[in-house]
C-alpha cells in the first residue's frame, strides 16, 4: 500500500471548534474586565470540548491504523497455489511461494521499456506479422500425391510390427511416423501403436485417444498394411520369450535403413512379428529412399488428425485467442477440420486479433540439468542442486567423474543455457512487436513463478494461456491428460500468426515449425533466437545501447528464418522444404 499523507483535512463539524480556538488567541488586551471573565469562562468551556473531541479523532485514528494493519496482515499471509506461485507436476509436487522478481538485465529491460512506450501510437511494422523470404511461399504441400508402384517390389506381407512408444506427445508423433517408414520398409503390417505410461506424463492416453484412427488407416490404406491388434492366432504369443522384442539398445540413435535390414528383418521372417519396446528417435533421416521419406512426411502432415474432442475445444480456445475471429487457412483447417466452419459461420462479421505463440522453456527439469545459473543467487542454487540430486543422480554421478566441467558462466557464453522469461521479452522487445501484442504461452509450469515471469510481464502483460481462457468445465476432460493437454498448446501454436520458440531442440517447437513451414506459406513466420549469438549480445548489458541492440536481434532473427531446403541429415518433421515432401512452384 502506498503511504498515506500526514495532512489532514478537518472535516465540517471540526472546523467550528477550530477557528473558536484561533479566537481566543485575538482577544483584545484592552476589553473590560467583566468582558474578560466572561470570555475566559467561555474560553475553558471551548477549550475542555475540543480537548474532548481531539481525544475522540485520536481514538478513531487509533482504530482506523489498527483495521488497515489487520487487512494489510490479511493480504500478506500465503495462499494455496495460485497465479503467485508455482506448481511443478511430476512424481513430486513443488510449491515456490511469492517471491521478489528476479532480474538479470534491469539496465536492457528498462530501455526495451521505454522503447516500447515511445512505439505505443507508432504504426507497428506489417513485417513482424509475415515471413520475410518470398522462397517461403514457392513451397506447397504434396507429401498426400500418389506415386506409381514400384513393380520390382514384393507383394508378399513380411509380418507385424508392434510398436510401443515412449515420451509425451510429441514424442510418440515422431516414433508414429517412423513406424510407419519401418513398415514400409520392412514390407510389414504395422498394429496401430501403443503408448507407454510414463512416471513422468502420467498419462494413460492411448493413440485413438489423441488421433482419429479410422483417419490414419484410411490415409495411408495405399502405402502400408495397418491393423488394430494382432490377428487371434498370435495374441498369445511372448514377443519377447521368442526374441522378437527390439529395444534402444539393439539400435542405434537415428539408425539407417541397412541397420533394420540387418537387426529387424531376420527375426521378423523368422518369427513373423517384431515389437519395438520404447520406441523413438530410432531412424535416421540420411540416407533414406525418396518413397520412405515421404511417407513420413504423409503420416506426420495428413494422416495425424486429432480427434474430435480436442478438435472442438482448441477450435474454441482459437476462437478466444482471436477475440472472436476466424480464418480460413490450411493450417487452421487441417488442425480443426469441420470445427472451424463452425467459427467461421458465426463470427467472419467480427474483427480478428492477431496473437503470438511463445513455448517458453523454463521448466526445473530443464532449468536444473542445464547447470546453468539464473541470478537467483544461494537460494537459487542450493533449490536447483537439490532438485538434481532427487531427480537426476545418475547424471550427477556421470558429472563427478568428469573432471572437465564447464562453468556456468561458460554455458552461458556458449548459448547452452534456456532462455530466461526476461531473455524472451528483450528479444519480443528487440523485434518491435508492442506492449499490446497478445502472446499465448504454451508449456508446463514456469521454474520461479511470477518471480521469473515478473520481468516479461512488465514489458507484456497480455499474456494468455489455455487455463485463463477456457472454463474449468471445458478443461475437465483433459486435466489428467497432459498429451491431450499437450495437442490443445499444439494446436494454439501452430495456428498462431507468429511462433516463438526459445529452444530449437524441443520436439513442441521443431513439429510445430514444421507443420507451420508446411502448411503456412508466407503467412507463418517462426522465430528462432539463435542462443550463443543471443548469449554475446546480453554480455554487453552494461553498455549496449538499444537501437544497437535491436539491429543485432533482428539479424539474428532474420538470418533464422531463411526459406532454405532441408540440408542433408536434419530432421523431415522440422523443415519439410524437400522435393519428397513439398513441390516448389516457379
Known sequence: MGKQGSHKILRPEFQGWHSKTLLLHGLKSDSSKCNACRGLYVGKKHIRAIVVMF??????????????????????????????????????????NKQSPVYMYERLLNMASSALAEKEFKQESSNLWVEPFRKASSWKPCAERKVQTNPGKAVKNNGYILVSANGGLNQQRVAICNAVAVASLLNATLVIPKFLYSNVWKDPSQFGDIYQEEYFMHILKDDISIEKELPPHMKSLDVEAIGSQITDADLAKEAKPA?????????????????????????????????????????????????PKIQEVGSLLIKRIRKYGARRSMLDTQLLGKFIQKNEDQDTKRGSAKYLALHLRFEIDMVAYSLCEFGGGEEERKELQAYRESHFPLFLERLKKNSSSISPRDLRKLGRCPLTPEEAALVLAGLGFKRET????????????????????????????????????????????????????????ASADVFAMTDSGSQLSSLVSGFRSYYGGNHAPTLRPNKTRLATILRENDTIRWNRFEVRVKKMILEGQKAGIRSYGRSIYRNPRCPECMCKHH
Open 55 to 96: 481525544g475522540l479523532l485520536g481514538c478513531l485514528f487509533l482504530l482506523d491504523s489498527l483495521i488497515i494493519s489487520f487487512f494489510e496482515f490479511t493480504n500478506l499471509q500465503p495462499t494455496t497455489a495460485s497465479s503467485n506461485s508455482t506448481v511443478f507436476q511430476g512424481s513430486d509436487s513443488y510449491i515456490y
Open 259 to 307: 541397420d533394420y535390414m540387418k537387426v529387424v528383418l531376420p527375426l521378423l521372417l523368422r518369427n513373423g512379428v517384431v515389437h519395438f519396446l520404447g520406441y523413438g528417435n530410432r531412424l535416421g533421416f540420411d540416407p533414406m529412399p525418396s518413397d520412405i521419406q515421404r511417407l513420413r512426411c504423409k503420416c506426420n502432415f495428413h494422416a495425424l488428425k486429432f480427434v
Open 438 to 493: 497478445y502472446i499465448y504461452l504454451a508449456g508446463s509450469h514456469i521454474y520461479g513463478g511470477n518471480s521469473r515471469m515478473e520481468p516479461f510481464t512488465s514489458l507484456y502483460s497480455n499474456v494468455i494461456t489455455k487455463e485463463n481462457l477456457l472454463t474449468h468445465s471445458e478443461l475437465a476432460p483433459f486435466r489428467n491428460f497432459s498429451s491431450q493437454l499437450a495437442a490443445l498448446d499444439f494446436i494454439a501454436c
